[in-house]
């Protein structure tokens, strides 16, 4: 099997998605790892609608409206209806949403220091810059 350049970054990246949701298990965090994605976009960007969530997470506006529905559930978000428009909501982090954000955080943040430490300074920023190409 010829690997291709697609195939290394989908495999790179299963890994990654892998050792996330390891650390999410291991730390019994009460959100999947596709929720958390929403949940800390929302606490970067209050307010915001779901629109520009789910073109920030690159999420289906029906697949995110789903998470949301399981976010506001388990008391992590809430919706109020846009000031600005009557058919759409803004989004916000909960009391309870910012306690699980201030708890997730370092974990993720030391789990990325980790994965690249396998890189040096100027590979990372090589590869940034062979990304930023696709995009």
Same mark, same amino acid.
């Given at each position: 099997m010829t690997k291709t350049l697609a195939f290394e970054i +989908?495999?790179?990246?299963?890994i990654i998605k892998s050792?996330?949701? !390891?650390?999410?298990r291991e730390n019994k965090f009460p959100i999947t790892k596709d929720q958390w994605l929403i949940l800390e976009r929302i606490a970067q960007s209050e307010g915001s609608n779901?629109? !520009?969530?789910?073109? !920030?997470?690159?999420?289906d506006p029906a697949a995110l409206t789903r998470m949301? !529905?399981?976010l506001v559930e388990k008391g992590f978000v809430q919706r109020k209806a846009s000031e600005n428009d009557r058919r759409t909501f803004d989004i916000y982090v909960?009391? +309870?949403?910012? &306690?699980?954000?201030? &708890? *997730?955080?370092p974990i993720i943040e +030391?789990?990325?220091?980790? *994965?690249e430490t396998a890189l040096t300074t100027e590979e990372r920023n090589s590869l940034?810059? *062979?990304?930023h190409k696709f995009q």
């Open positions: +989908e495999k790179t990246l299963h050792k996330t949701q !390891d650390v999410f779901q629109k !520009d969530i789910a073109k !920030d997470t690159f999420k949301l !529905d399981i909960t009391v +309870e949403g910012g &306690r699980l954000v201030n &708890r *997730i955080t +030391e789990l990325n220091a980790t *994965i940034v810059a *062979i990304l």
